[in-house]
Structure formats: C-alpha cells, structure tokens
C-alpha cells in the first residue's frame, strides 16, 4: 500500500523559512516523479514544485515560476522529497500536499499524480 506522509509545516512570522518533509513507503519510487502542490482556503490546488527522473541516476526539479529563488525541491533518495521554503509571505499560507506518480508528463498537472499525502498545514503570519 502506497503511503506519503508529509511534516514539517507549522506557524511561521513572514519573512521566516521552513523545510517540509515527505516521506513515502509502499513501493520504490526511484523512477516516480514526486511533487508538492499547495492549496489556500477559496481556492483551487496550485503546483509548487516537483522532481522528475531522468536517465544518468539524476532528478530535474520543476518550479511554479513566480516561486523560483525561494523554494527549493531536493530528493534526498527515492522515497524521500523536501521543500525547502525561505523568505515566506502571508499568500504561501495554505495546506501543502505531496504528491507522487509512475507516469506523469505534465508535473505541474495535478491530476497526473495518483498518490497523495494528507496534506501539512502552513500559516505564515504578518
């Protein structure tokens, strides 16, 4: 059974950071690309960023474009992602998801991914 269970969120004053970890479990995931989406109150699941395999043992890392220079996505192993977020804002408040998939062509697509976490609170506070 495939599981992603996400942590690290919490409540943070603007202008602060923190690393959001996802953990998955079930299956090995080396060649999956795995991905964080966000989702605010009233609106609708955003991509953040994700990671895809590529051929060489290496992963490309994707980015919503207005996000660059703050986020950062690494891969610590197959079955481990981070997001690591600096520089917060009060409109980076929303529930943040993994996310995880065999098959995706279209990381920013949410509807690619067929596993999900549960989702990790984060408050930014002004």
């Known amino acids: 059974q495939v599981q992603l269970v996400e942590s690290g969120g919490g409540l943070v004053q603007a202008g602060g950071s923190l690393r959001l970890s996802c953990a998955a479990s079930g299956r090995t995931f080396t060649t999956y690309a795995m991905g964080w989406f966000r989702q605010a109150p009233g609106k609708e699941r955003e991509f953040v960023a994700a990671?895809?395999?590529?051929?060489?043992?290496?992963?490309?890392a994707e980015y919503k474009e207005t996000l660059m220079g703050r986020f950062t996505i690494s891969r610590a192993n197959a079955h481990t992602v981070y997001l690591q977020m600096n520089s917060l804002k009060p409109d980076d408040t929303a529930v943040y998801y993994c996310a995880a998939d065999s098959s995706v062509v279209v990381v920013r697509a949410a509807n690619e991914y067929d596993y999900w976490g549960q989702g990790t609170q984060v408050t930014v506070s002004s």
């Open positions: 990671t895809r395999w590529s051929r060489g043992s290496t992963y490309f």
